[in-house]
């Protein structure tokens, strides 16, 4: 048991060791905040705090420590790094806790491809720390992380279900795999379903993937280039591990996807409002690009488990 320990704990200090070394800043945000995230699809866990008076507080635990960070990333246009606990209300899985460990990390001045060769040498350094190798086994098959393959989101639908991501193309696809009645009307819920079916499980099989350049409903925090979310997600034989954006700073943009949210969430009983101050904190942000890596992934993958709950 104390091996493995040690084996988490080398990880750890080589990561960090990545970053001190390209000279980024560790920052440590709060993880109880006045407002919540409003990420698509991910929702906060709700707690109530006390202060001296006894005045009830209500406050979220961060699903990521992205809007904190950004805020002080507004002020010190710098590398920023971060390794904390963050959480994620209705999940549960042998991939998914409702805590979980996520490294955040924003660089100024990168671009999208940059980062993805920091992601890179992110995962290098960490296979070193507990394989002393640039490859690792993984379900019976060896990965060498020096070779990644890199492939936009249309490429993956077309290679795994011979057809392009819209709406018309995705329920023909579905008439014919499952023998679908009725077409589905919303895209996002019809994009999803394909693509965690038929797609995702097939991402990153023979080699890591970078899978990037996403639908415009699926930006979130990213900016959108020439009607493509300028995003990537990092994958290991169907094991989503890093999500990396090229970063909005449009903060009227900002606003107008914050209220969308609000609008969704309202509509499925969640009262949520948005954080001006992140919104005022957006026009200041310099030319950046971030991600986020789930710790706890990355320790089943590189020591070759089924599960994260270990």
Not at 269 to 297: M, N, Q, W
């Amino acid at each position: 048991m104390l091996h493995i320990y040690k084996r988490k704990s080398d990880i750890l200090r080589s990561i960090r060791d990545h970053f001190y070394q390209t000279e980024a800043i560790e920052v440590i945000t709060d993880i109880a905040q006045e407002y919540p995230n409003l990420d698509p699809n991910v929702y906060p866990v709700e707690v109530n705090l006390f202060n001296e008076r006894k005045g009830r507080l209500k406050r979220y635990l961060h699903t990521s420590p992205e809007i904190q960070m950004k805020k002080i990333l507004s002020k010190v246009k710098s590398h920023i790094f971060q390794i904390t606990k963050v959480f994620r209300n209705f999940e549960g899985s042998k991939k998914h806790k409702i805590e979980f460990t996520m490294l955040e990390w924003y660089r100024v001045g990168y671009s999208l491809d940059d980062l993805m060769e920091d992601t890179k040498e992110i995962f290098l350094t960490s296979c070193r720390a507990v394989h002393c190798s640039d490859t690792f086994f993984f379900r019976g098959k060896k990965y060498n992380l020096r070779d990644w393959d890199k492939v936009s989101v249309d490429e993956a639908f077309y290679r795994y279900t011979g057809c392009y991501p819209d709406i018309d193309s995705l329920n023909s696809f579905l008439r014919e795999k499952e023998g679908l009645l009725r077409p589905i009307e919303e895209f996002e819920e019809i994009f999803y379903r394909v693509y965690a079916f038929y797609v995702e499980p097939r991402l990153g099989a023979e080699r890591p993937v970078f899978i990037y350049d996403y639908p415009p409903e699926f930006a979130a925090l990213s900016r959108v280039v020439d009607g493509k979310g300028k995003r990537f997600e990092a994958y290991i034989d169907g094991i989503e591990l890093v999500n990396g954006y090229w970063e909005l700073n449009d903060h009227r943009e900002q606003r107008r996807r914050f209220e969308e949210e609000v609008k969704k969430k309202r509509r499925e009983g969640f009262e949520y409002t948005v954080d001006e101050e992140f919104v005022e904190a957006v026009k200041e942000l310099p030319e950046c690009s971030g991600a986020s890596l789930g710790i706890d992934r990355l320790f089943m993958v590189m020591f070759d488990r089924e599960d994260i709950h270990f």
